[in-house]
């Protein structure tokens, strides 16, 4: 019995071509938003947000189908996570990159990894997202529709009665309220997953205009709100602005699922990896552009990008080589 090599390539086999093309986005995305000091121009590294909740919002997609109890569940994604995140953590460690001054320390480095937001949110939303799915699917008058606005309502409820709004930090994903927005993002991918049907290959009419028009009003209102703090009051309607786009640029996606299988076989064996790396690409960039950012553009670009897709693409050779060898073992 493959049972380790099964637990973690579990919801790792090709799905449908869009999701990869997804992931591919989110992965570029975010890596953009990280290369403030790289480009000559800091405003065009942008949509770091965008990318963070088009990764929740596949994960919502590729995870509705629950099978499982909780912990076999979460165990699942704890092995498909935790070891990237223990692989890169610890060469940092190494490489005196991070430092680990004691147990408290190794516990935000490895546990609970708050270096790496998206892992230290994602895993505590899986939680919330498997009792909502279970729900959804036992209750009929628990749909993930209603999940969704009690959601809605939660965050507007903490945002109106206890959040900050003297200046504009809603967009700050190592702030806590931004988890209702990756929550959010997360049931808008299963609500996608339970209605594929209606909208796989379904021609989506003046969809790239639905993608532009939200994308214009998205960082418009980013500038606006960071340049005029006395509307900072106002600023919640980014995120249900920003969650407006990321469903268009889903629905967009889903629709082309079938001219995505057309592609060149070069590009989207290229898309495929970015989409199978993008966990890695996450964890490993940081240290890396901080190296390097400091050279002259493009040169800086190169190097970064260069670096960071070799040494993602080493973890993860190194992750699936771990596992083979305990599969071959067991």
């Known amino acids: 019995m493959r049972i380790w090599k099964n637990l ?14 997804l992931r591919a986005l989110a992965a570029v ?29 596949v994960s919502g997609y590729c995870l509705y189908n629950i099978r499982l109890s909780l912990w076999k569940w979460y165990k699942k994604r704890i092995s498909r996570i935790y070891p990237s995140v ?15 001054n004691g147990i408290k320390t190794l516990f935000y480095l490895l546990i609970y990894p708050t270096k790496y937001h998206f ?5 505590i939303l899986y939680i919330i997202y498997y009792f909502a799915i279970i729900l959804s699917k036992k209750y009929s008058n628990i749909t993930i529709d209603r999940v969704f606005l009690l959601t809605l309502i939660i965050q507007f409820i903490v945002y109106v009665s206890i959040y900050d709004k003297s200046h504009y930090h809603i967009d700050s994903v190592y702030e806590p309220m931004v988890r209702f927005l990756f929550f959010e993002a997360m049931l ?11 909208y796989l290959n379904k021609k989506e009419d003046k969809g790239l205009l639905k993608i532009i028009v939200p994308f214009i009003i998205y960082f418009a209102s980013k500038l606006v709100f960071s340049k005029y703090q006395n509307i900072s009051m106002y600023q919640i309607l980014n995120q249900y602005i920003i ?26 064996k290229f898309i495929k990896l970015l989409s199978d790396i993008t966990l890695e690409i996450y964890l490993v960039q940081s240290v ?22 070799g040494s993602a693409y080493l973890v993860y050779i190194i992750k699936n080589k771990f596992f083979n060898i305990i599969d071959h073992l067991h």
Not at 32 to 55: K, R
Not at 86 to 100: A, D, E, Q
């Open 119 to 123: 892992v230290a949110s994602i895993m």
């Open 188 to 198: 808008i991918g299963a609500k996608f997953n339970e209605s594929k049907y209606l």
């Open 86 to 100: 223990i692989i890169v953590t610890v060469v940092y460690i190494l490489g005196k990159f991070y430092y680990c």
């Open 29 to 57: 995305l975010i890596t953009n938003a990280h290369y403030t000091n790289v480009y000559p121009i800091s405003i065009i590294a942008n949509g770091g947000l965008l990318g963070d909740i088009l990764f929740f919002a």
């Open 288 to 309: 890396i552009i901080a190296q390097f950012e400091n050279y002259a553009f493009p040169i800086n670009f190169i190097v970064i990008t260069s670096i960071i897709l």
């Open 243 to 268: 969650l407006i786009l990321m469903f268009y640029i889903f629905r967009y996606f889903i629709s082309l699922e079938d001219k995505i299988k057309q592609l060149p076989k070069y590009i989207y």
């Open 8 to 21: 973690f390539w579990e919801g790792n086999r090709d799905l449908y071509y869009f999701i990869n093309c």
